[in-house]
């Protein structure tokens, strides 16, 4: 069945870049999602990638996909201290049904 | 200005109690989706809509139900709950493939 998987943790040092990846396994997903989850709210939509493109780029976000191997990756450039959430990838599953992953929760230290 | 609400964003309550959640949408969004999320986990599925008088039950199973009677309201009914229903529940809504917009979200503890 549909799956994405994340790693569950990341730990960065304030100003560095940070990579959170995600493998998804449908490939029939036409769009791919990062949300951000604060502590206590709900999520809010960072960004998204069509499949038909490689890359993406939103400020300090971009977006990496690799559509062969199914991998997802999103980069944060110089990493604030505001940026330590959960991460959660989702890929679309017909419907406008997502399927997320179990989040990467990012620590940013300075 | 566009947005989603969800209340009561907290909710503390006994056993056996009938309760609702309510998520409301002024974007007029046809789809509207309610998941269910422990603290810090993944997100799972309970209801979708895909329009008024249209709802579905998600992937994972639940003893909630929902109503949609009108296009920007979405409640949730617990009918009664238990101390296993202790979650946050997250209302969202679409309109596009652009994403799903998201609510703040309703801690609910069952004691």
């Known amino acids: 069945g549909e799956d994405v998987e994340q790693s569950l943790f990341l730990s960065v040092r304030e100003g560095d870049s940070s990579v959170i990846n995600c493998t998804y396994t449908?490939?029939?997903?036409?769009?791919l999602y990062w949300y951000k989850q604060e502590p206590g709210a709900g999520l809010q939509l960072l960004t998204y990638?069509?499949?038909?493109?490689d890359m993406k780029q939103d400020q300090r976000l971009t977006v990496l996909l690799n559509k062969k191997d199914k991998h997802l990756s999103l980069r944060i450039a110089d990493t604030q201290t505001g940026d330590s959430a959960i991460y959660f990838c989702?890929?679309?599953?017909?419907?406008?049904?997502?399927?997320f992953g179990a989040g990467t929760r990012l620590a940013v230290h300075p | 200005e566009a947005d989603i609400y969800q209340t009561p964003r907290y909710l503390v309550i006994g056993t056996g109690k009938k309760i609702t959640l309510e998520c409301s949408q002024t974007m007029g969004h046809d789809k509207m989706y309610w998941y269910q999320q422990d603290p810090g986990m993944e997100l799972h599925l309970i209801h979708y809509s895909y329009g008024v008088n249209s709802t579905e039950k998600g992937d994972l199973s639940s003893e909630s139900t929902v109503s949609r009677i009108r296009t920007e309201h979405f409640p949730l009914t617990l009918e009664s709950a238990r101390p296993s229903h202790t979650s946050q529940y997250l209302c969202?809504?679409?309109?596009?493939?652009?994403?799903?917009?998201f609510g703040p979200g309703t801690r609910l503890t069952v004691l």
């Open positions: 449908d490939s029939s997903s036409t769009y």
């Open positions: 969202a809504s679409s309109e596009s493939t652009r994403g799903q917009f």
């Open positions: 989702a890929e679309s599953s017909g419907y406008n049904k997502l399927i």
């Open positions: 990638i069509f499949s038909n493109m």
